[in-house]
T-cell receptor
Framework: AQSVTQPDIHITVSEGASLELRCNYS??????LFWYVQSPGQGLQLLLK??????LVQGIKGFEAEFKRSQSSFNLRKPSVHWSDAAEYFC?????????????FGKGTTLSVSS | ETGVTQTPRHLVMGMTNKKSLKCEQH?????MYWYKQSAKKPLELMFV???????ENNSVPSRFSPECPNSSHLFLHLHTLQPEDSALYLC??????????????FGPGTRLTVT
């Protein structure tokens, strides 16, 4: 069965430091992968997506992610974190359910930014 | 209005009440979703609609009743809820699988408290 694992429940990073959030997936075929961000009390906003092609994908707000098939990973990175990046981050993979395009989400990683 | 909107944003209801959550998307999508987000738990897919037809019911209790009158509107009717149903209910929309686009766009959510 498909699944997504985000090993880190909570990460604290200093403002200006680099960030990497980990995501591992289990999927039988070529995965379609996503990163979403959720600010407190808000819905989820799509940061970036990977369908095929270049394994390094660029997203909004200066984020990027690298797809590594050999490691079944899709880690999210940002070279310099801003205080406004504090939020919860979710990795997701599209479900193989043929009926629709439902996503399977990881449990999320909460990012705190210290000054 | 743009994107995906949800009303109300906050709802407090007693266990014997009947209420409805509303979702509207302005993106020209044909698939809509309800998710439940509880504290400390991953996002749970509840229902999927493709072209107004329900294509997935993820073992949701019958006290939750979805309705999709057209591709732009989605409702979640609530009755005789339990306190454990208190959560953030998120609506999302996307193109259908045949369009080759899988990303979902989320509304801001309805924070439901059952007393």
């Amino acid at each position: 069965a498909q699944s997504v694992t985000q090993p880190d429940i909570h990460i604290t990073v200093s403002e200006g430091a680099s960030l990497e959030l980990r995501c591992n997936y289990s999927y039988g075929a070529t995965p379609y992968l996503f990163w979403y961000v959720q600010s407190p009390g808000q819905g989820l906003q799509l940061l970036l997506k990977y369908f095929s092609g270049d394994t390094l994908v660029q997203g909004i707000k200066g984020f990027e992610a690298e797809f590594k098939r050999s490691q079944s990973s899709f880690n999210l990175r940002k070279p310099s974190v801003h205080w406004s990046d504090a939020a919860e981050y979710f990795c997701a993979v599209v479900s193989a359910n043929q009926a629709g395009t439902a996503l399977i989400f990881g449990k999320g990683t909460t990012l705190s930014v210290s000054s | 209005e743009t994107g995906v909107t949800q009303t109300p944003r906050h709802l407090v209801m007693g266990m014997t009440n009947k209420k409805s959550l509303k979702c509207e998307q302005h993106l020209g999508h044909n698939a809509m979703y309800w998710y439940k987000q509880s504290a400390k738990k991953p996002l749970e897919l509840m229902f999927v609609y493709n072209f107004k037809e329900q294509t997935e019911n993820n073992s949701v209790p019958s006290r939750f009743s979805p309705e999709c009158p057209n591709s732009s509107h989605l409702f979640l009717h609530l009755h005789t809820l339990q306190p454990e149903d208190s959560a953030l209910y998120l609506c999302a929309s996307s193109h259908t699988r045949d369009r080759g686009a899988y990303e979902q766009y989320f509304g801001p959510g309805t924070r439901l408290t059952v007393t």
